[in-house]
Nanobody, 121 residues
Framework: QVQLVESGGGLVQPGGSLNLSCAASGRSLSTYAMAWGRQAPEKEREFVAAIDGSGGWTFVTNSVKGRFTISRDHAKDTIYLQMNNLKPEDTAVYYC??????????????WGQGTQVTVSS
């Protein structure tokens, strides 16, 4: 069975950086599009970034554009979210997702359990 496991979350001060990782296990998802979503306290889950199966196309939502970068390593079946210049409003549980095609919302087939990112001074 497919599992997506996020790691790299934690507590960071505003302006700091974190690099999240999401590793697939159970079977390879190297041909799948993958994405990151997040859910802040008392908010709906929202789309953050996506990358297509080939790794040739990426999309990052406007609120984090210029600060966050999504990438993937097909050999390791892993995607990353490099987060720079973090802001308190970035505080959320960050979730990894995978699907047959890239979506700019939350239409993915698999989701991980999430990793907490807290941005606070």
């Amino acid at each position: 069975q497919v599992q997506l496991v996020e790691s790299g979350g934690g507590l960071v001060q505003p302006g700091g950086s974190l690099n999240l990782s999401c590793a697939a296990s159970g079977r390879s998802l190297s041909t799948y599009a993958m994405a990151w979503g997040r859910q802040a306290p008392e908010k709906e889950r929202e789309f953050v970034a996506a990358i297509d199966g080939s790794g040739g196309w990426t999309f990052v939502t406007n609120s984090v554009k210029g600060r966050f970068t999504i990438s993937r390593d097909h050999a390791k079946d892993t995607i990353y979210l490099q987060m720079n210049n973090l802001k308190p409003e970035d505080t959320a549980v960050y979730y990894c997702a995978a699907g047959e095609s890239m979506d700019f919302g939350l239409a993915y087939d698999y989701w991980g359990q999430g990793t907490q990112v807290t941005v606070s001074s």
